[in-house]
């Protein structure tokens, strides 16, 4: 419920604001390429001095047109992967056409950038350590899943509990895998609790993945303890269709389709796949076992549609996807002899549908409200040998928003969300057996302040109030909780027209996970609060090379307090109880290097690559009021699944129509539970690994790609969950058009 003083303090503030309009005019300008060619479907960004950020696209010829304000001090950027155009600052009293904006092979393309900020901005501006990862890289490495896209994210540890569709967790700089608030578009699709299981996330008509990484309660409240990541579809640009097909090693098969596009004021976007795999059945086990029951199946389509002109923006999305997969269980290392046979009953579905509404609309010259409902629901079910159980997950929010300035140079973002949501399971039952759902109501009220403090000294700071209600289960009551998520950050480029650009930027922010449907519902402690975390980071940025390659380094610092445990165990407390008690640390260094470079001896070959590296030292620390920690834990021991050192690379090349990648990445090793019987099986560790990837593709004529890959090259044996083999060597062949690209 949004409060009575939230409400004023809107309203005032646009009372309060300047009444006349701003005036504006088109800005307009050609994108060549290297060679001098125009370029088409460049994105123009202009931004600056707290005005509204403005974007527009180049057209088959490499034009563009963009309103933008008279006003000084105005910024315009071009972004278009793997190219880098100088930034240009447009001034009140200088001419309309800016002319020729030639782009550069460069290591780091400028973005807009949704998830860090309440608004859009560009990604250079960015205090929190961001990763873009565009479409054209998606295709380029023949990634169609998330998952393995977020594998080359240094801070980032992916861990699957086997082949396709396996559970999947992702763990933010030593988090926990809850900690990542995931949203698709502008919807969240974490369950009650924060919740995701990343196995069943396509890639499918994906213009962007966004990955900011650190606590972001500020902005997004609830979940965002550790870190966001958005997915973000194609739904505008010229129009295209595309679709493709593929099989691979595993018996894996996969088919999709896709769309997206604008025609006059409207805009589109369509897709849909479909991928099965027989997974390791039928193979042999190191230990004898013949493997059954290890098949995964899913299925996704999505469908959005907007409207737009100049000032308003009205759209709506729907995406519905289903899943299959057997459950064999830990057919792998068997460290205490627990496993004897393959699990030929569990098995798992899943069915998931979300949808939104949003619009923007001006409410004056210098106001722009933004308005959005939402909707996810989750319905899994899981049969085994003990029986059938099932579980949901749903959620119901709304969101009003204003953008306005406050000075010069000074714009503000302002508003409250509320979201009712609600998780059920066989094993959440009332007294007399019957299901109990448990609810809760958030309330969160924010604001955000960005500051262009001086040429490339961008300031930010911000705060969100969340107010979480529970409703009582049966004759137990749940604890009501109001938390302050503050979040402060700056970023200073030195010299913003510099080719060789360098960035210094530091931000400090807080985050908050509350309880999930379980930690609630099994306790007889009506006094649960959410997890909480701190953080520090900074970081820096050089280019190298005339902006063709570029070095990054940042250390950040996190605190993990209240975390909820079970504390049966610990002196004079219930067998029932759960606690915010349990507390623990993580400290890290991640490195980047990244280059690109074009070679003219005959024919043009781009050559690209990225470089990745992960230092993380966590601690699992004392529970508070005691020496000890959570059994099986000891004090000062890692946090599961978190490798201290972890490395990825990515090279492409292309020539012509030819093009290639190579990619890879290690791990040492990481502190796991007992695959069979969990913590109860104690503590072991699973060794480190390395393994590679590579492909290629090849052009026909304009419309068509035949494409192959193999994936895990070396064969290497490996496991990311002790217990759960990794797929060994797979070859894939695939089919791939599109018109309109």
């Not at 550069?104 to 950038?113: D, G, K, P, Q, Y």
């Not at 922010?509 to 007889?524: E, K, L, N, Q, W």
């Not at 009506?526 to 090379?545: H, T």
């Amino acid at each position: 419920m949004i409060s009575q003083s939230v409400c004023r303090l809107v309203v005032l503030s646009i009372v309060t604001l300047f009444s006349s309009p701003a005036s504006a005019a088109s800005l307009t300008g050609r994108v060549v390429d290297p060679d001098g060619r125009p370029v088409p479907g460049a994105t123009v960004i202009v931004a600056g001095q707290g005005q509204h950020l403005r974007t527009t696209l180049t057209n088959q010829q490499g034009e563009f047109s963009i309103d933008a304000p008279d006003a000084d001090g105005l910024a315009l950027r071009i972004s278009l992967p793997g190219f880098r155009g100088e930034m240009s600052s447009v001034d009140a009293s200088q001419a309309r056409n800016v002319g020729d904006i030639r782009l550069v092979i460069s290591a780091v393309s400028e973005s807009v950038l949704v998830s860090a900020a309440h608004v859009d901005i560009p990604l250079s501006q960015a205090s929190s350590t961001a990763t873009v990862i565009t479409g054209a890289e998606l295709e380029a490495r023949q990634v169609h899943s998330v998952a393995d896209a977020l594998r080359t994210v240094s801070g980032l540890t992916v861990a699957a509990t086997g082949g396709h569709g396996a559970v999947t967790g992702v763990f933010p700089r030593g988090g926990e895998s809850n900690f990542t608030l995931v949203f698709v578009d502008d919807v969240p699709v974490t369950t009650f609790g924060g919740e995701f299981d990343f196995a069943h996330l396509s890639t499918e008509n994906v213009e962007r993945i966004e990955v900011v990484r650190g606590p972001q309660s500020a902005l997004f409240g609830s979940n965002a303890i550790g870190a966001v990541v958005r997915v973000v579809t194609r739904r505008s640009g010229a129009p295209a269709v595309s679709g493709g097909v593929e099989a691979g090693g595993y018996d894996t098969f996969r088919v999709n389709g896709a769309t997206a596009g604008s025609a006059g004021r409207l805009e589109w976007g369509a897709g849909g796949e479909r991928l099965t795999s027989d997974g390791y059945n039928g193979r042999r086990t190191a230990s004898g076992l013949t493997v059954e029951n290890d098949d995964y199946t899913r299925a996704s389509g999505s469908v959005s549609a907007g409207w737009r002109d100049d000032r308003f923006l009205v759209r709506g999305q729907l995406r519905h996807s289903t899943d299959e997969r057997g459950a064999p269980g830990p057919f792998g290392s068997n460290p205490i002899g627990a496993y004897t046979a393959i699990d030929t009953t569990s098995r798992g579905s899943n069915e998931q549908t979300t949808a939104s509404v949003s619009a923007s609309v001006p409410l004056t010259a210098h106001v722009r409200a933004f308005v959005q409902t939402g909707y996810h629901r989750l319905e899994s079910d899981f049969a085994s040998g003990f029986g059938p159980s099932e579980s949901s997950s749903r959620r119901w929010s709304a969101r009003g928003q204003v953008d306005f300035p406050i000075a010069r140079a000074v714009e503000m973002s302002a508003g409250a969300e509320v979201q009712r949501e609600q998780a059920g399971s066989t094993f959440i039952v009332g007294a007399s057996a019957e299901p109990a759902p448990v609810k809760r109501t958030i309330g969160g009220y924010f604001a955000e302040t960005r500051w262009t403090a001086a040429p490339g000294v961008f300031v930010t700071g911000g705060v969100r109030v969340e107010d979480l209600r529970g409703d009582a289960i049966g004759t137990l009551p749940v604890a009501d909780t109001v938390s302050v998520n503050p979040k402060a950050g700056v970023a200073w480029l030195l010299d913003p027209g510099a080719a060789n650009l360098t960035k210094l930027r530091a931000s400090a922010s807080t985050g908050i996970r509350p309880p999930g449907a379980f930690d609630i519902a099994f306790t007889d402690n009506p006094s649960l609060k959410p997890e909480r975390s701190r953080s520090v980071e900074a970081g820096i940025e050089q280019g190298f090379a005339g902006g063709r390659g570029s070095v990054d380094a940042v250390a950040f610092f996190n605190d993990f307090d209240d975390l909820i445990v079970a504390v049966g165990s610990f002196r004079e407390s219930s067998r029932y109880t759960t606690d915010n008690i349990a507390n623990a640390r993580a400290r890290g260094v991640e490195l980047g290097l990244s280059g690109g470079r074009r070679f003219l001896p005959q024919r043009p070959i781009d050559l690209r690559g990225r470089l990745a590296y992960t230092y993380l030292d966590s601690e699992v620390l004392a529970v508070d009021q005691d020496d000890e920690a959570p059994p099986p834990f000891t004090v000062g021991e890692p946090l599961l699944r978190r490798p201290r050192h972890q490395f990825s690379t990515v090279l492409t090349a292309t020539a012509g129509r030819l093009s290639a990648f190579l990619g890879g990445g290690a791990r040492s090793r990481v502190l796991d539970v007992e695959p069979s019987s969990g913590t109860f099986g104690g503590l072991h560790y699973a060794t480190g690994f390395t393994s590679w990837n590579a492909g290629g593709s090849w052009r026909l004529h304009k419309i068509g790609d035949v494409y192959a890959r193999v994936e895990n090259l070396f064969d290497e044996v490996y496991e990311e969950a002790l217990g759960f083999p990794a797929l060994g060597r797979r070859a894939t062949v695939g089919l791939r058009v599109a018109a309109g690209r």
